[in-house]
């Protein structure tokens, strides 16, 4: 059985109700079998000082996932990759039945440029972008739309994705949410001290996403 499954990646420091409220938006608008957060172990882009521990961001998203079709997954751990067209290319090799989409915010697409071999990403699956406040203007605007912006499809069409050729770039509008991971730590500098494992124990992470043994 095929799935269609949308891919969010980000630090999730710490996961929010944003990245949920738009994630289940994004389910139904592109109608989604499950939607995977790709918990980076380490954003290229992203300072290192302020970043808490994967196992607490990973621990968070995971309680901010349940009971939804939300899978937050340690799989970039796992496939050793850190940049997300390694991540994308290794998941749709090892998973060939079933359809993945990109989805990502629009503040995202502003410096999309700037991550690495950003074309093959989007020649390997459609991308989703979500409006984001104060950044729609500057993502319209990016370097990146000036070749992205003749790929692009109709947002009410979003639910034909799996049929478009890539390239292939839809926007998905919803109802703004301004919460942010920034403002969470600045409220709660010390909130990855609930996530860790206790000092005598080992840490302990299950993979919600199996990954099958490449095939010799």
Do not use: C
Not at 59 to 79: G, P
Not at 164 to 183: E, G, I, K, M
């Amino acid at each position: 059985m095929t799935r269609r499954i949308g891919l969010l990646g980000g630090s999730f420091n710490p996961a929010h109700s944003g990245h949920r409220r738009i994630s289940l938006a994004a389910i139904d608008a592109l109608a989604l079998d499950e939607l995977w957060w790709l918990v980076s172990p380490g954003n290229p882009l992203k300072p290192a000082a302020g970043m808490a521990p994967f196992a607490a961001r990973l621990a968070s998203a995971r309680l901010m996932a349940r009971r939804s079709r939300i899978r937050a997954s340690d799989v970039e751990t796992r496939l050793g990759t850190r940049y997300t067209v390694d991540t994308l290319r290794m998941i749709t090799r090892r998973y060939p039945r079933d359809r993945f989409v990109w989805i990502m915010g629009a503040d995202n697409l502003v410096q999309f440029s700037a991550w690495r071999r950003w074309r093959e990403i989007a020649r390997t699956m459609p991308i989703a972008v979500v409006a984001r406040p104060g950044y729609d203007a500057r993502a319209a605007a990016a370097p990146a739309m000036a070749w992205l912006r003749r790929f692009g499809h109709l947002s009410r069409r979003a639910t034909d994705w799996t049929q478009w050729s890539v390239p292939a770039l839809v926007l998905l509008r919803f109802r703004p949410d301004r919460t942010s991971a920034t403002l969470k730590r600045a409220a709660d500098p010390s909130w990855h001290e609930r996530f860790m494992p206790h000092k005598d124990m080992a840490p302990t992470v299950r993979a919600p996403i199996s990954l099958p043994e490449p095939a010799n």
